[in-house]
């Protein structure tokens, strides 16, 4: 698939960069259009793979922003957006439309600028263009406390009545004990980056061969098309120098079957592992609308019985029809990875969780301004109330 992405706040840059970064390491081609928008100017400067003159910073003369960001105000970061629509509209001027086949809109969902300003971005989006939009959006951890619940919750709402499809990232399923905020982001970042790239460039040839069940970016969007939320499952095995070797020169042979037996039962061992890892958000495989497949690697580790197999026993875990399953050929891998698409899926915990922690915090923030309102007017009112005000 061939996308325009915008990362939009922080947290959707730095995603967004990582993505750049793992496209340029892996020699994949995805992203054709990158760009950041951000109401914080020191943030902007911080990619290394987003070219500096698709760095938008917009509200830098909007009273609650001035180029230092939003400080977390969700209400701010709409506002932002829409006071700046037109600066907006402005950058995505140099995208060749007729060369993608989908945007992707990256943020995290905890703080104002991503998702307060995404939403708005996404509304415009729509309008542009025919193609699709899709987010990929964080959810914040319960360690983060109520009022970046509060921002996720309302603004999921947002994004996902607003894109075709949200895939999400659920940064408390991804937390590590022993690492700082910091690590912790950098490493979550790098794995989303893997799962979020690998699953949509595949279609994008590179010049290999076209293989047998090469996947296609049609494929991909039928998936997608779903709309709601979706989670995506990964694993990858080293590639072996020598078996690959051997998978260059087979011959009809009984080697050849006995290797052929082998890594169909390796392509399969690798989608049930796929699915049973660490998703990107815990969900009930089951509650799946729709699911693919799809396992990149070198083209001579294929194996379409493995590939068909994975596929049968994905229908029967995931409980749909609706499973396709392609491989998406890299000559040059040193790994053969599986990633698998669930799409829609319904049962997903943490949505529910982080929406009671909104109501939470949006209780005790309606209980505490009461009380401070009450508060000042004690304050300021003599005892007796026997002053009045001048006017
Ligand atoms: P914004 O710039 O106002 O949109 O705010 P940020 O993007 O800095 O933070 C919003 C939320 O994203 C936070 O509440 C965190 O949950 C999350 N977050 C921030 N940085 C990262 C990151 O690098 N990786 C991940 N996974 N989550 C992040």
New binding site residues.
Partial sequence: MKLATIG?????T??LDRMLEFEDKTNRSLCRHAMAI???RT?LAKPDFIPPERRVLIGDTHQGAKGH??G?DVEV?ADVAKTEIEEIRRAFDDVEIHDVDALLVS?????????GAGPVVIDELQKMYDEPVYGLG????EY?GGR?AL??ARSLQSFVTKVDNFVA?D?DA?RARDQTIEEG??E??GE?ATRIVTLLAAGEKDDTDVAENVMDSSDIMRTLDTGGISSIGYASSPVDAQKGLIGRFREDDEEFNADEATDATKIKGLVRRAVNSRLTIPCEVSSADRVLVVISGPPEMFARKGLESARQWLEDTADTVEVLAGDDPRENATELAAAVLLSNVTETPRVDEIQDQAVDAQNKIQELDAVREQEIEELITDDDDELDPVV
């Fill in positions: 939009v706040g922080n947290a959707g730095k995603i951000n109401t914080a943030d960001g939003v977390g970061g943020a995290g969902l905890g703080g104002g600028t991503g998702s964080v959810l914040p951890g983060e970046p921002n996720a990232f940064n991804w982001y950098d979550m970042n989303l």
